[in-house]
């Protein structure tokens, strides 16, 4: 996650480079994130719902990720590059937040520092 979010700020990249990016290694991504899940179920039995909706949440977040960077590649325009660029914000923002809560975190000050060091 680390590695693709930044993608569309880092300089000297392109659009179309990025959204390719993500169309290749959302599929990575997914299984990667999968595996955690099953892995974290099984040591924590009773929170494997909670990991299993955030794998949910996460698989869903990603698909409208992907399906907005194949809209850029077919017909790449600036607007369809801001959506992208919003897409991806709204896609860190609710792994951030899926993190946190399958973590337990709800203090904010331990909040802000889980964010700090996903960053």
């Known amino acids: 996650i680390a590695l693709l979010l930044p993608l569309p700020f880092v300089s000297g990249c392109s659009g179309k480079s990025v959204a390719q990016d993500i169309v290749n290694w959302t599929p990575a991504l997914q299984s990667a994130v999968a595996t955690v899940d099953s892995t974290a179920a099984l040591l924590a039995p009773a929170d494997a719902p909670i990991f299993a ?55 904010s000050v331990s909040q802000t520092h889980a964010l700090a060091a996903i960053q």
């Open 53 to 107: 909706a955030a794998t949910l949440g996460f698989d869903a977040a990603s698909n409208v990720l992907v399906a907005q960077a194949k809209a850029y590649l077919a017909n790449p325009s600036a607007g369809l590059l801001a959506q992208l660029q919003s897409q991806i914000v709204i896609f860190q923002q609710q792994v951030n937040g899926a993190l946190l809560q399958s973590a337990r975190i709800v203090d």
